[in-house]
């Protein structure tokens, strides 16, 4: 079990670029997340993946952001002509389908987005 | 929709003194309860949890105890350590609702020597 892997840790872009994240969840979970968390606050939902299906959408996940989870492995989050307001820390966390002790979230250390 | 408050920080304590964060929850189902400490530097990580009315989570000196009549999930600790500096989050999920975690704005620790 090597964890939830992010990549990459930092991104700094110009406004209007387009920039991926990848995340590597723990081998045998089915679901992943995404989340978006900024300065002072606490991450906030953007989508959920079970094994390769997008289930759930946020409506913070604009037209401009796009998932994918290929193969039900790892997974992409895009952004597209992106602005100075997507700066934030992007976390990715999975976990195995079922209830209770099953369903704890496991979470990456993230990809800081900065967008000059 | 399902939301989680949690008192303001930052707390400041002295090394051994007791702790108490507040965090409160509405949910219109019975949600999973959890607490998830980031320390600097580092990922999220889960301290605790508790999946049902009156459940007490614990982990590493912390407990917090599920109470459903006061829909509250407050995080204790009888004595800090240095160590324990960090941002802790409140969260909870719901089944009816993908299982995704909905957080707390978080409360900053601070523990002097």
């Known amino acids: 079990d090597t964890g939830v892997s992010q990549n990459p840790r930092h991104k700094i872009t110009k406004r209007g670029q387009n920039v991926t994240f990848r995340c590597d969840p723990i081998s045998e979970h089915n679901r992943l997340y995404w989340y978006r968390q900024t300065l002072g606050q606490g991450p906030e939902f953007l989508t959920y993946?079970?094994?390769?299906?997008?289930?759930?959408k946020s409506r913070l996940l604009s037209d401009r952001f796009s998932a994918e989870r290929p193969k039900g492995s790892f997974s992409t989050l895009e952004i597209q002509r992106t602005e100075q307001g997507d700066s934030a820390m992007y976390l990715c966390?999975?976990?195995?389908?079922?209830?209770?002790?099953?369903?704890?979230?496991?979470f990456g250390a993230g990809t800081r987005l900065s967008v000059l | 929709g399902d939301s989680v408050t949690q008192m303001e920080g930052p707390v400041t304590l002295s090394e051994e003194a007791c702790l108490t964060i507040?965090?409160?929850?509405?949910?219109?189902?019975?949600?999973?309860l959890f607490w998830y400490v980031q320390y600097p530097g580092e990922g999220l990580q889960l301290l605790l949890k508790?999946?049902?009315?009156?459940d007490k989570g614990s982990n590493k000196g912390f407990e917090a105890t599920y109470r459903k009549e006061t829909t509250s999930f407050h995080l204790e600790k009888g004595s800090v350590q240095v160590s324990d500096s960090a941002v802790y989050f409140c969260?909870?999920?719901?089944?009816?609702?993908?299982?995704?975690?909905?957080f707390g704005s978080g409360t900053r620790l601070l523990v002097r020597p």
């Open positions: 993946f079970q094994n390769e299906a997008q289930l759930e």
């Open positions: 507040n965090c409160t929850y509405t949910a219109t189902g019975y949600p999973s």
């Open positions: 969260a909870l999920s719901d089944r009816d609702s993908s299982y995704k975690l909905i």
């Open positions: 966390a999975s976990s195995t389908a079922g209830t209770g002790s099953k369903n704890i979230q496991y």
């Open positions: 508790a999946t049902k009315a009156d």
